[in-house]
């Protein structure tokens, strides 16, 4: 039975594809290894993303069952968020129209799973009469 724990960032100021782009370099990979990747990563998303599987990271932790070299990057991915608040903001468009911008935001999520440790909410789930 594997242990699980996630973190989120909600309303990340950017858009939703650019974060998918840094998730996949990362799924699938051992902890270390990926927030080794995010520290030398250059786009821009990389340093959000670094600090969300920092803070599953930090959430796994919790658990004393848990150790940090068997962590591994088990989910990951990224949905729109709500559009920026703060009113329409416009630039020029053809014929003289006025196009909105649109100020995209995204929900970062990073799921760290430890296949060895166990769920201390579960208590002593062994079968023994």
């Known amino acids: 039975m594997s242990y699980e724990v996630r973190a989120v960032h909600r309303s990340a100021r950017m858009g939703v594809d650019k974060a998918r782009r840094v ?3 990362i799924r ?3 902890v270390n290894a990926a927030l080794d990747e995010l520290r030398h990563d250059t786009h821009r998303a990389s340093k959000a993303v670094y600090k969300v599987l920092a803070s599953a990271v930090a959430n796994a932790l919790q658990n004393p069952s848990v150790r940090p070299n068997r962590l591994v ?3 990951t ?3 729109d968020g ?3 608040p703060g009113g329409m903001r416009v630039r020029p468009g053809p014929q003289g129209r006025a196009m909105p911008i ?3 935001t995204c929900h970062i999520h ?3 799973a430890d296949p060895e440790a166990t769920d201390p909410r579960q208590g002593d ?3 023994e009469e």
Do not use: D, N
Request: glycine share 12%.
């Open 110 to 112: 990073v799921h760290v």
């Open 77 to 79: 991915f990224a949905q």
């Open 102 to 104: 649109k100020r995209r």
């Open 23 to 25: 998730l996949t370099l």
């Open 28 to 30: 699938g990979r051992s």
């Open 82 to 84: 709500p559009p920026m």
């Open 73 to 75: 990057v088990s989910k």
């Open 125 to 127: 789930a062994g079968g």
